[in-house]
């Protein structure tokens, strides 16, 4: 007899949330149950794109499940999860000794026997910059928590689901839940690491070094050669050449041998004088500039 898959419940279907419910639908690795978002209309949007899930209204009409998903922005997944443990309380179906845990439920009577007891539901999230603690409530129930993070631009849903395999994830949390997020992130083509709970911070910094600075620094640019006098006709020109040789040399070379401008050839000169020039037309780019520029020298091995 087959075994069923894991149910998959999620409080939040964003971008993330959909591709992965989409993603574990289709390589039937979870079978996603309930989906909670802010609005009835978003979460039924969510189920017709992963394909599967019903939507639902609030955290009390949600059933019990292996795997809980908090897909909520980072500033909601610790209050999401302590409303999901003082429903978890209350909740039929959770395992005896999770509802017997917090005190005032401890004098009720006990349940029969069960010859194989429920494993503990695992919670987690995917926040890059946010550790298994944020679902701390979750954990004192007994539950199993982490942090998932796979490194991918998430754009769309769709154009995700599309490019999402081979693409590198971080665990974090107990190693119950990392080993269950090994194998369903596994399953759909992720390549899987660990990452230390206090490495985290760093950790994401280093992805918004990789892609969020990126279209800074192209708007800088661009805001410097309008105020030069650059025509605006020659701008998305020079934004697509520029960018497109600049990322195919550092994939072909790496940074370092990637390199080039008054930093590669150790001109200190030449960065003072432009510091200042970029400094008088803007004083934060100004800092970027010669702080920069200071990274180009290091990396160089000025």
């Excluded at 007891?117 to 890059?128: K, L, M, N, V």
């Excluded at 910059?129 to 129930?141: K, V, Y």
């Excluded at 040399?249 to 041998?257: A, F, H, S, Y």
Aim: charged letters at 10%.
């Amino acid at each position: 007899m087959a075994q069923s898959k894991p149910t998959l419940n999620l409080i939040g279907a964003g971008r993330v949330g959909q591709t992965l419910g989409r993603l574990w639908t289709q390589a039937g690795v979870f079978a996603v149950q309930d989906v909670l978002t802010r609005s009835p209309a978003s979460a039924r949007a969510a189920c017709e794109l992963m394909g599967a899930g019903t939507p639902t209204q609030s955290l009390g009409t949600m059933r019990p499940a292996d795997v809980w998903l908090i897909a909520t922005t980072d500033a909601h997944i610790a209050a999401s999860a302590a409303a999901l443990a003082a429903h978890a309380v209350q909740a039929p179906g959770l395992p005896t000794a999770l509802r017997t845990h917090q005190g005032g439920l401890a004098n009720a009577a006990p349940a029969a026997p069960q010859v194989a007891p429920p494993p503990s539901p695992t919670a987690f999230h995917c926040s890059g910059a946010l550790g298994a603690d944020q679902l701390a409530p979750l954990a004192a129930l007994g539950w199993h928590t982490a942090s998932a993070h796979p490194i991918l631009s998430f754009a769309t849903p769709q154009a995700a689901c599309g490019q999402f395999v081979g693409t590198p994830c971080a665990l974090e949390g107990d190693p119950a839940a990392r080993a269950l997020l090994q194998d369903a992130f596994s399953a759909i083509g992720a390549q899987c690491f660990e990452v230390r709970s206090q490495d985290k911070l760093l950790y994401h910094a280093a992805a918004v070094f990789a892609t969020n600075f990126l279209p800074v620094l192209q708007s800088v640019a661009e805001d410097a050669w309008r105020a030069t006098g650059v025509p605006a006709a020659l701008l998305p020109h020079l934004r697509t050449s520029l960018l497109n040789n600049a990322v195919a040399n550092i994939t072909r070379l790496g940074p370092q041998d990637a390199l080039t401008g008054p930093a590669a050839r150790g001109d200190t000169e030449a960065i003072a004088r432009q510091s200042a020039a970029v400094g008088a037309w803007d004083n934060q780019a100004g800092d970027a500039y010669r702080a920069l520029s200071a990274l180009a020298l290091r990396l160089a091995g000025h």
